[in-house]
């Protein structure tokens, strides 16, 4: 059975300084384009090939959507595709920027 793991916007920032690991964000392009966390991958369906192809299944990979809903979704479809650390952040990017809104450029 495939597995993700829910965690805190907190949680996420603290695996963010513990490389390697990679940030997908799946919003749309232009919320992407007008705000984004620093460093991270703008995942959509157009380049899941090349994502896999670029990120090791051996990397955690934390989950990003606008509320924390979306992400879950996607988190367990990375999970079961081999991806072995997927979690999902609760809050989204909109929790994100109220929390860190230095790091959202």
């Keep these: 059975m495939t597995q993700f793991t ?6 996420a920032a603290a695996l963010l300084k513990q490389p390697p690991v990679c ?3 799946i919003r749309d392009a232009l919320s992407f ?15 899941l090939a090349q994502f896999t192809q670029q990120i090791s ?3 955690p ?13 996607a988190a367990n479809y990375l ?10 952040i609760d ?4 929790g994100w920027r109220h929390v860190y809104p230095y790091t959202a450029l």
């Design 6 to 11: 829910r965690i805190s916007i907190e949680q």
């Design 23 to 25: 940030l997908v964000d």
């Design 33 to 47: 384009r007008t705000a984004h966390v620093e460093g991270a991958y703008h995942l959509t369906n157009d380049n």
């Design 57 to 59: 299944k051996e990397t």
């Design 61 to 73: 990979v934390l989950v990003m959507c606008y509320h924390g809903n979306s992400s879950q979704g």
């Design 79 to 88: 999970a079961s595709i081999g991806y072995k650390s997927v979690y999902s």
């Design 91 to 94: 809050g989204g990017f909109e």
